[in-house]
């Protein structure tokens, strides 16, 4: 696919956004002083102030209204930049969740928030060390008007910063997706130091008061499928940068009296891994078309863009950290930040192999 | 806008009149492709009549000047007929390299006698041409080619050796790059020539390869005598065109693949010959994963090819970047027909016999492996995408 | 594993056989008249004056009474040399099939005439297109003193000449091995014209009568076993022999002015395979090894072994055929012939996947 | 034989009265080895009775010659000791580089005066040295180092710095290479020098790696003066001894991965992560092959190591082979963490924390990735393999 004029025009203001406002350095100051619960404030002012937190927001909440294929724009960019930022939880996941899923009431006490950057929503799905979105334990139970949720949750991104938490847990048999409002109810949120420095938790919610979201029977779904869809695009823009910083170091090293970038060794591996990159983009790119056109096999389409963006970033940030020799193995150089990072957003929301397996499954072998 | 849709209709309801019923059907195998040549002969009227109506509008070479035999249609006409034609499966009427590589080089670099003499030939179907480029010793290093053409008053004799010229055995009329000087560096001293397979001296051998019987043929020059006046562009500028001709011939890679597997679900195949377990998955987790892979991996290459074309059709110079194509495809469907046989199990392993139509899984799994040397190595279009769009320091 | 004296005479012994007997020509002029049903017939006659033939055989039936080391140092050299030959479904699996199920008439009648190379015994285990031993359909029924079978077998090999069949087939419930003996009762024997001109057929048993080789419980587990050990040396073997010859080609052949195998992207590709070669080898030996001195995971090793090297010989050949180009691809040259014994030889007793699968399972996960 | 069968049982008696208890555990962690030194302290009675016991026999260095301070053991008597500090799992007394590295290169290469002094202290555990080789920018084209030492008077004046010197920072004495001769090609101008860590001039950093702290340093020389007698080996001929023990080095590859994964049972941690299916099959297909096709090639690395050490001991020798160990090796590690990973999802994206020991798991796959770089990268290994093995020509 080829970007319309609108997305063009976003693709440059994001990138001009996070090039002015999101660094290696900036990460390495959150990571200095992190326990689990920074994000860049800087970029997300700057984020607020373009609109891009609105991004999958209705207009008339203030908001952008724009597809995932825009929301993808960005998300390539805060791969690319390392950013740490609380776009996808919230700008996305946040406002897919509650915009499918919400009521018109629920719609407007956080939609708006959303857009204007004064509201973080962090969702709370996963219970194991890898996804299995069906596995939910949690369970919900019908209180007066509402529900309370119990149940323990991990990986939960953004969770320190939250005033909302999306919830899947267990209605009559079912998973299903409630929203509790920070101060609703005990919710202990202990937060994890990552390898990547992105704001991650374990959440436990002991009988938290929560609304149902009952929109639309396949807000889950949606929610699968952006998450994914949003990581394919943030993999993809890290394999760009990584494999852009390893072709620069190839054609400035030199060694045994000749720049490294002209071994032919290293030159078949590096333009291998640059066709990889550039089918990882335009098979993300289609997926995240489909899902805003609503085609079939949009989620499938996803699941191959997450599997293989994976399986590229993972090559991406190998070679490079390969290519870069033992300076790659310093932390006073950035290359390691791009595996740390491709490690972390390979594994969120399924693996390659989830995703491969899931995928054949929906094909029907 | 107009003009284009009257076009359009005029297209449709002439191709609707005209166009037999058998020649909608897809092409059933090798066998029903229209060459054209001295020596043709058509396999059906529908083939005939469908070929004789089309030379007669010059629709055969839709997008070359009228003057010269072809269609004189814009490109833009050029792609309404085309949609029109595949809207309705037509066939191509009569192709053969004449149409797809020496008619544009010689709009290009042909002399204004040279265009009169050989494209209305080729647009009429009379001449079949094909290609002599490769030699036994200068395989992706072409520009190392030894074939000579010493001058000889108004003629060029011809000493030398081709390899892999399709059909050579068939055609009438051959584009040949031959050397001029032989102490000009390389490319320097390459002519590009056009010769009659029927002069004295030309004999060819079909070459037979690891799959079976083939149409690439090897062929002898043992001093043949080409007029002068044979010669395209300038004496000793025939890299030029030679390049020229091989970028065109990259840019035909698409997302199918070819040969047996072509529309076929390899998953399927598998299901049918291996089963599956109680929770209905194919019964080899290792092979379901590979397809799986491959699957993935397939979809997002043709998502490339996609995005490559509209980048094309809205003006974007793709360039090197087919080199990107040509290497990920062919290597893809390398690993597709090593899937298929890991499926086929026994069946593959079958030569002749009725049960595999004549050992067809292990025949068209052998014919892949060349998908990746043909046409330029996998290891040449890796060198051109690291030079070209990485630009990585020379070696 | 190091061979010790007696292994070393043999694989010289064996190397001479070979490199005098047999050659791509040889296969060439069996192929032009080929319907399945031809081997090499000089090269058979030799390796029965110097004793291979009886190389598994009691030394009082008149065989050498070796272990499958020294078996597979004869396998190895069919692989190398592409022979055409009934040495594994004879000498090997007839030999262990028969020596260690048969009573003391069995093996006093069919041992003897193995060794002395009057005898050729084919293995009819398979009855679709992908091997799986334990799906038996063929039936065995008692009969007056013995047993009758009916069934449709496939990839038999060496059936065309065979004296003798070793058959699978259900009895009570069991797969059991049968023996069935040609002219006593209903064989049908269909050759099959295979891609790498191995003598194969389809073998219909029409309650052909059969006497049941009932010595050991583990006699099919130990046929299964030296059947994918055998073709793990052959496979090795043609590794060893298409590698050899790419490397020749890379260091004679010129492009672009320079020797072939002076590029550098070559070169690595050259080394890795050659690593894969050594490993390769190295497990097979080990597995013959293990299973010589009744190790517990000799069968597990097996399976390593033959995965290994059918994944070693794909690769070794697809690279020989890569890196010869063109010529690679004509049937002038020898180099396809690898490939297609590649295939032939990695499909047979459970191709890679198949091996990597049960590996899988005996280790409990 | 009944000489070393005397020998055996003298060692065997003398290990059970001398090894206290404590020493015949396996190292819980880096901690726990005696690296010796002017600044070392035992971290218990045992370490320090079991390394004094060890000095007075002379048995820290056993087959160093005993005029060395070593234990004079003859290579039979070598492997018997080895043998029998093997039954019972006693750890070594006290090593650094000092032992392994530039013991046998004095022994080699040294001057008698040299042995004499520094080979006892090595010995007695009371030097530790460090080794100074890559600079950042000769990494793994180790002869283009530029630290600079030139000649004024009776010293060498030593500017540079150096990379990579695990423990610079707690190191004694540091054995170097050093550029004599600026004019010289490459190898030509090398030297090979011992200096002392408390000269003037002599300062370090330490390196932070990707998963965390490391004993890597950075090495920095300014105006380092070293006496000329620390020279070893002629002027301008150090190459020789640094390629000694470069492949000294390399020759220590086996089949155990280092690290967490030690010992191990992927499989079995994989299970308790994840859970098995209905058939007790690892609830993830494609991970499960993955693991399966990693421990296949495991166990045939495993069977190649062995089969070396038999050739090796069989008095065959190694040479260039040992490239493609530590090229396969080291590649299998890095599958090997990679798969753990896998295997650990979420819990391998903690970086602290209890639960897993301080993000042990990131932290040692990302400690992985330098396997391929260290000691030589897997591109130097496949060029010598290629040039060394095959013989493949030079580019």
Redesign the interface.
């Known amino acids: 696919m080829i970007l319309n004029e609108e997305q063009q025009m976003l693709a440059d203001l994001a990138e001009r956004i996070f090039a002015d406002k999101a660094s290696v350095d900036t990460l390495r100051a959150i990571r200095g002083g992190s326990h689990g619960n920074d994000y860049d404030q800087d970029l997300w002012q700057a984020m607020v102030e373009s609109g891009l937190t609105g991004i999958l927001v209705p207009e008339d909440q203030g908001g952008m209204e724009f597809g995932l294929v825009s929301a993808g724009l960005v998300a390539r960019e805060v791969g690319r930049r390392l950013a740490l930022t609380p776009f996808l939880s919230t700008a996305v996941l946040g406002a897919i969740a509650i915009g499918r899923g919400g009521n018109d009431d629920q719609k407007s006490r956080w939609l708006g928030p959303i857009a204007s950057g004064e509201l973080i929503v962090a969702l709370a799905l996963d219970e194991s060390a890898k996804h299995r979105p069906e596995r939910v334990a949690t369970q919900a139970t019908a209180a007066g008007d509402g529900y309370t949720v119990t149940g323990q949750k991990t990986l939960v991104l953004d969770a320190a910063n939250a005033g909302v938490f999306i919830v899947s847990a267990m209605l009559d048999g079912t998973p299903r997706l409630f929203a509790v409002e920070i101060g609703a109810g005990t919710v202990d949120v202990e937060p994890v130091v990552s390898l990547d420095t992105r704001s991650m938790a374990d959440v436990r919610f002991d009988a938290a008061q929560a609304e149902l979201l009952d929109g639309d029977d396949n807000t889950l779904d949606a929610v699968l499928d952006a998450g994914r869809a949003m990581l394919a695009m943030e993999l993809v823009g890290l394999s760009r940068a990584v494999f852009e910083r390893t072709l620069t170091y190839l054609s400035e090293r030199k060694q045994f009296g000749q720049r490294i970038g002209s071994f032919q060794a290293l030159q078949h591996r590096a333009a291998h891994l640059s066709v990889e990159i550039e089918i990882s983009e335009a098979m993300a790119f289609q997926a995240l078309a489909a899902f805003d056109s609503g085609a079939d096999d949009a989620s499938q389409q996803i699941l191959a863009a997450k599997a293989r963006a994976a399986e590229t970033a993972r090559l991406a940030s190998a070679e490079g950290v390969q290519m870069h020799g033992g300076m790659g193995m310093t932390d006073e150089f950035d290359i390691g930040f791009f595996m740390k990072r491709a490690r972390a957003a390979s594994e969120l929301f399924g693996d390659a192999n989830f995703c491969t397996e899931r995928f054949a499954r929906a094909k029907g072998y | 806008m107009g003009d284009l849709e009257a076009f359009r209709a005029e297209v449709r309801s002439w191709l609707e009149d005209n166009c037999p019923e058998e020649m909608r059907q897809p092409l059933a195998s090798d066998q029903d492709h229209v060459w054209g040549g001295r020596q043709w002969e058509f396999s059906s009227d529908g083939q005939r009549v469908w070929f004789e109506r089309m030379v007669e509008k010059g629709w055969t070479a839709p997008a070359w000047p009228i003057e010269y035999g072809g269609g004189g249609m814009t490109p833009a006409e050029h792609d309404v007929f085309k949609s029109e034609m595949k809207r309705i499966n037509a066939r191509s009427p009569v192709s053969n390299f004449g149409f797809w590589m020496l008619g544009p080089a010689l709009l290009k670099f042909g002399s204004e006698e040279q265009k009169r003499e050989h494209l209305p030939a080729i647009a009429r179907g009379e001449i079949r041409w094909c290609q002599g480029y490769?030699e036994?010793?200068?395989?992706?290093?072409l520009a190392?080619l030894k074939t000579s053409a010493e001058i000889d008053g108004d003629y060029f004799v011809v000493n030398g050796r081709k390899?892999?010229t399709s059909y050579a055995d068939r055609a009438d009329k051959m584009f040949c790059l031959v050397r001029t000087d032989p102490d000009a560096k390389k490319q320097a001293g390459i002519s590009f020539i056009l010769l009659d397979m029927e002069s004295q001296g030309v004999s060819t051998r079909p070459?037979?390869?690891?799959s079976?019987e083939s149409p690439f043929c090897e062929t002898f020059f043992d001093d043949v005598r080409v007029p002068r006046a044979n010669l395209v562009g300038e004496l000793n500028q025939g890299w030029t065109i030679a390049k020229y001709l091989l970028t065109h011939e990259r840019d035909n890679i698409g997302g199918e693949p070819p040969g047996l597997l072509k529309g076929r679900d390899l998953?399927?195949m598998?299901?049918e010959?291996?089963g599956?377990d109680e929770a209905?998955?194919?019964d080899?987790?290792?092979?379901?994963?590979?397809?799986?892979?491959l699957?993935?991996?397939a979809?997002?290459?043709r998502?490339?090819v996609?995005?490559t074309r509209?980048?094309a059709e809205?003006g974007e110079g793709v360039g090197a970047?087919s080199a990107?194509l040509k290497?990920?495809g062919t290597e893809l469907n390398?690993r597709r027909y090593?899937l298929m046989?890991?499926a086929?199990?026994?069946?593959?392993?079958?030569?002749?016999?009725e049960r595999t139509s004549g050992?067809r899984y292990?025949r068209e799994?052998?014919r892949s492996?060349?998908n990746?040397?043909?046409g330029g190595?996998?290891?040449i279009?890796?060198?051109i995408?690291?030079?070209a769009?990485?630009?990585?320091?020379?070696?």
């Open positions: 490769s036994p010793n200068a395989g992706s290093d190392s390899i892999w070459i037979q390869l690891i079976g998953a399927k598998a299901l010959a291996i599956a209905g998955r194919l080899d987790p290792m092979l379901r994963a590979d397809i799986a892979r699957e993935i991996d979809m997002a290459f998502a490339l996609e995005h509209a980048k809205a970047r990107m290497y990920y390398k090593n046989m890991d086929m199990g026994g069946q593959g392993l079958e030569w002749e016999g050992g292990a799994w052998l492996k060349g990746s040397i043909e190595t996998s290891e279009m890796l060198g995408i690291s030079s769009v990485l630009e990585l320091p020379k070696g």
